[in-house]
């Protein structure tokens, strides 16, 4: 009986060392068989819960969506919508209805036919509630099927935004496909228009995506397979980069760009980020009645943080300071408006001048674990203030309390937190932030801004726009809502073989112009 | 022996729901993810009408018992972000877990046994210090770390394993890792290694002092033997409760080893949901962990009474 379990146990022993043999010799054949065809092998920091542009929450979820479906128009790499599912469109006089002219030319993934049909359809599954970006659908009063190939889309008032949001989520979706599959199978195999067809999502492992031979763009896209990887650790992505085991890799720390820029067969790729850090004042809730609804307080604790020492302490020098919340790359920037200079003197003398010569204590938050260095950017805030006799309370929170809390108006007078843009303008953080008291995650007041915020809503000529853009960035700068902090480096590495790799500003990437040499 | 397991499956369940009612009461603390799973462009209305609808507003005990009356069912909830039932998701997850887990135990049980066994036999030699080495590296070396180091050494510089992912080939229907999984196993097996090597070596020196060994030496039995049918034998007693132990643990699915060398595997999966505040499908990884980890145990009292004849429960 003992004997026959040793005996049992050894054939299993010898079983398993076989099994293992087999292991490493067909993952060597595997690896020899894909270097035939041209592959690209992109890193993803985090798995994308969907990839449907609608419902993909992160900017990296909706980086994969965008290569499998289209929407009508597509913003290019200069920042100007030009056509991509729609040839042509005409807006009315009054800026509320536009005249969409589709491609006759296009087809699903699948082989069914792309149609008007389709475009109502996807506006009114966007429109759902369960739909994470439902109000970049919801701007829209109707869409509507004129013939096959023509639509029109119908606005309650000129919205200056829309054919942006319009890029941003508007994913076209097979209405027969959908009508077949269901919302959650259509998630689990999505069918698009895009440059790629999906192949299969193993969570957690890898998202396989093929060529799409008939792309309506003729030329694209540039490699026969693209496979996205997800791998949470920033080191292991570099030292895959490194090791050839991948292709592209993002979300990297600043020691780590240093890091590439030294090794070999791997570039550097390095842009100023969309996002806006910042300390807001709060005269919506607790900052009521506290020396910050003076606008010398505001300016003086503007004066009196030394922004560029917190980048050249903290981030080793590895990020832009900003003046306000339209930055470079933005629509309607100007670079006459400059950040505050670091002035303790000035400070204080602005202090005194608003009758609080001897300092004031108030209090101020931020979240802890989401923001690279954050906390010590604010306790260096604190200890800036201190200097000019703001003695400040400074608590952290886990952030999505904090988050909590910035909806319910419940954070102290004073918090930071950082805000980012995805549609190459400035106009969601403006919204969000000082846009008026419909907005959740607003704590300033002004109804001044929230007269210019609607302005640039109502003005569809990006020119006229921009003129907006300025005006607004001019008087936020001389009555500061905010302190302006910083705008973070985005650190991205490929293998010195891909060509034609450009991230944007919202760290927003198309890949069908991406080939691999 | 029935009245034996009865109560402690009693038991087990009684703990399992202890740890689901921590593991809510820990989640909720921080808040609810209704602010994560709106833009921020969102109007307090609309705020308070998905508080609502996902049933984040009502007390915290209702919401637990529902949890608990869905869990019975076999209904964990839905995955906010993923949009797919929690617990489909945690299953698709559990082969690479438990693939990891099988071959980091096996590492550990030829290493820590072996260095356990002549490390024990050879009191104070150089294998005994070798033994006792190990023995502390391998518990108190920080994963983390080993981890990377491991990627950088075998992976990037000497290119014998990929860096990072897992890797599958098919053999008789089933999807088994290849070369992939041997990195992240050994930097999983460390830990449970370095409690092996101590318990067995500990073990067979107490046990090659026993009298019982001394007469079998005197009749003059080979050493061979002596060592499996009379050491090794006796040894193994409390190695099996460690072994059952480890298993578990390593089956519970390492969050740093998997995000490290990013495993798709359980503890990848709760790292990405406790980041997101998915809460459903936090409280179905926990669910399932909780119920390996406690089921194990119970087996490997279970086992104790195959193995030794001396120990009954009545």
Redesign the interface.
């Known amino acids: 009986m003992k004997q026959s379990f040793i005996r049992r146990a050894a054939v299993v022993a010898v079983l398993l060392v076989v099994a293992g043999a087999l292991a490493f010799a067909s993952g060597g054949q595997e690896q020899q068989g894909a270097q035939k065809e041209s592959v690209l092998r992109v890193a993803l920091a985090a798995g994308p819960n969907t990839i449907e542009p609608a419902t993909g929450d992160t900017r990296q979820a909706s980086n994969v969506a965008w290569s499998i479906f289209d929407s009508l128009v597509w913003l290019n790499d200069e920042g100007k919508i030009v056509p991509a599912l729609a040839e042509s469109w005409t807006v009315s006089d009054d800026g509320t209805v536009y005249t969409f002219k589709l491609r006759k030319d296009v087809t699903f993934h699948n082989g069914y036919p792309f149609t008007a049909d389709d475009v109502v359809f996807t506006w009114q599954r966007g429109k759902g509630e369960k739909i994470t970006y439902r109000e970049d659908f919801n701007v829209v009063k109707d869409v509507q099927k004129v013939d096959d190939y023509t639509v029109k889309v119908i606005l309650d008032k000129p919205n200056s935004m829309m054919l942006l949001q319009m890029n941003e989520h508007w994913g076209i979706l097979s209405k027969k496909y959908y009508d077949e599959v269901g919302e959650s199978g259509y998630l689990q195999n999505p069918v698009g228009t895009g440059p790629f067809k999906f192949v299969q999502w193993n969570k957690g492992d890898r998202i396989e995506l093929e060529a799409n031979t008939d792309y309506w763009q003729k030329g694209y896209p540039k490699v026969d397979k693209l496979i996205y990887r997800p791998i949470p650790e920033s080191s292991t992505r570099v030292a895959a980069l490194k090791a050839g085991d991948i292709d592209i890799i993002s979300r990297l720390g600043p020691e780590q760009a240093d890091s590439i820029k030294a090794a070999s067969n791997v570039k550097l790729v390095t842009y100023p980020k969309d996002r806006v850090y910042y300390i807001t004042f709060n005269n919506m809730s607790s900052g009521k009645g506290t020396p910050i609804e003076n606008v010398k307080v505001r300016q003086a604790l503007s004066y009196a943080v030394d922004t560029q020492a917190i980048i050249d302490n903290i981030f080793n020098g590895k990020a832009e300071q900003v003046a306000g919340m339209v930055v470079p790359g933005n629509l309607g920037y100007d670079p006459s408006i400059k950040p505050y200079p670091y002035d303790p003197q000035k400070a204080k003398q602005l202090l005194a001048e608003a009758g609080y010569a001897d300092g004031f204590e108030i209090g101020m938050a931020g979240p802890s674990d989401t923001y690279i260095n954050f906390e010590d950017v604010l306790q260096a805030v604190a200890g800036y203030f201190k200097d000019i006799g703001v003695t400040v309370d400074l608590q952290f929170m886990e952030s999505g309390k904090f988050w909590n809390l910035e909806a319910n108006r419940e954070l102290p007078p004073l918090f930071g937190d950082s805000w980012s843009s995805s549609t190459g303008e400035a106009f969601p953080r403006l919204v969000g932030s000082v846009g008026g008291k419909d907005a959740s995650y607003a704590a300033w007041y002004d109804p001044r801004l929230v007269d210019l915020v609607e302005q640039i809503r109502l003005t569809p000529d990006q020119n006229e726009r921009a003129k907006v853009y300025t005006k607004i960035l001019k008087y936020m700068h001389d009555n500061p809502p905010f302190i302006y902090l910083y705008q973070p480096l985005a650190f991205e590495a490929t293998r010195a073989n891909v060509k034609n790799y450009n991230p944007r500003v919202s760290e927003q990437y198309y890949l069908k112009g991406v080939s691999v040499e | 022996m029935v009245k034996y397991i009865a109560t402690r499956v009693t038991y087990s369940i009684i703990l399992l729901i202890g740890v689901l009612f921590i593991v809510f009461m820990l989640l909720h603390l921080?808040?609810?993810?209704?602010?994560?799973?709106?833009?921020?462009?969102?109007?307090?209305d609309?705020?308070a009408q998905l508080r609502e609808?996902l049933g984040f507003n009502r007390p915290l005990v209702i919401q637990f018992a529902d949890f608990v009356k869905g869990a019975v069912q076999g209904d964990f909830g839905d995955s906010f972000?993923?949009?797919?039932p929690a617990m489909e998701?945690v299953l698709?997850?559990v082969p690479?877990t438990i693939q990891l887990a099988s071959v980091a135990l096996?590492m550990a049980i030829v290493m820590g046994v072996t260095m356990g066994i002549l490390g024990g036999s050879n009191p104070n030699s150089f294998l005994d210090a070798a033994a006792r080495g190990l023995g502390l590296l391998g518990q108190t070396i920080p994963t983390f770390w080993l981890g990377?180091i491991l990627?950088?050494v075998f992976?990037?510089n000497l290119?014998w394993f990929?860096?990072?992912?897992?890797?599958t080939?098919t053999?008789l229907g089933l999807k088994?890792?290849?070369?992939?999984i041997v990195l992240p196993a050994f930097a999983l097996s460390l830990f449970t290694t370095g409690q092996l090597v101590r318990f067995t070596r500990s073990a067979v020196m107490e046990v090659r002092n026993e009298d019982y060994v001394r007469t079998a030496h005197s009749k003059g039995l080979p050493r061979l033997r002596i060592y499996l049918k009379y050491i090794l034998r006796n040894a193994a007693i409390p190695l099996i409760s460690i072994i059952g132990v480890q298993f578990s643990y390593l089956l519970s699915g390492s969050i740093y080893i998997e995000?490290?060398?990013?495993w798709?595997?359980l503890g990848?999966?709760l790292?990405?949901a406790v980041?997101?505040?998915d809460f459903f499908l936090v409280q179905a990884t926990a669910f399932f962990t909780s119920l390996v980890v406690i089921g194990l145990h119970l087996l490997t009292d279970l086992i104790y009474v195959l193995v030794d004849p001396r120990i009954r429960y009545e």
């Open positions: 921080t808040g609810d993810p209704v602010s994560l799973m709106v833009s921020r462009q969102a109007s307090p609309e705020i609808q972000r993923y949009r797919q998701l698709q997850r690479a096996f990377l990627i950088l992976a990037l290119g990929p860096t990072y992912g897992r890797e080939f053999f088994l890792p290849d070369k992939s995000t490290i060398f990013s798709p595997g990848n999966l790292a990405e980041g997101t505040r």
